[in-house]
C-alpha cells in the first residue's frame, strides 16, 4: 500500500503564494517513488475532483489545468520521495481541498492539504 501524505496548506488572501509538499512512502515495501508520474488534484467545495498538474517520474516534464498555468510549478525530489505545488498569485476559485495522487482520475491519493484563499 502507498502512503501519501499532504502538508503546506493554509488560509491565504488573494494574490498570495504556498508551497504544498507530499510525502510518499510504501507501507511494508519500499515505494519505487522515482518511476512515477506524481499528480496533484484538488477538490472544490461542491465540485467533483479536477486533475491539476503531472510531473513526469524525471521531472523533466511538467502539465498544467490551463487555469494554473503561469501561476502554479510543480516540481519533485526522487531521493527524498517528495512531491510539492509552488502556488503563486492565488485567486479565491483556488479554494479548494488539494491532493497529491498517482492518476490523473486521483483514485490514489492521500488524504489532502486545505487551502483558502480569502480576504
Known amino acids: 500500500e502507498v502512503q501519501l501524505v499532504e502538508s503546506g496548506g493554509a488560509l491565504v488572501q488573494p494574490g498570495g503564494s504556498l508551497r504544498l509538499s507530499c510525502a510518499a512512502s510504501?507501507?511494508?515495501?519500499?515505494?519505487?517513488?522515482?518511476?512515477?508520474?506524481m499528480h496533484w488534484v484538488r477538490q472544490a467545495p461542491g465540485k467533483g475532483l479536477e486533475w491539476v498538474s503531472t510531473i513526469s517520474p524525471g521531472g523533466d516534464a511538467t502539465d498544467y489545468v490551463d487555469s494554473a498555468k503561469g501561476r502554479f510549478t510543480i516540481t519533485r525530489d526522487n531521493a527524498k520521495k517528495m512531491l510539492y505545488l509552488q502556488m503563486n498569485s492565488l485567486k479565491t476559485e483556488d479554494t479548494a481541498m488539494y491532493y497529491c495522487a498517482l492518476d490523473r482520475g486521483g483514485s490514489v491519493r492521500g488524504r489532502g492539504t486545505q487551502v483558502t484563499v480569502s480576504s
Open positions: 510504501g507501507v511494508s515495501f519500499n515505494f519505487n517513488f522515482n518511476i512515477y508520474f
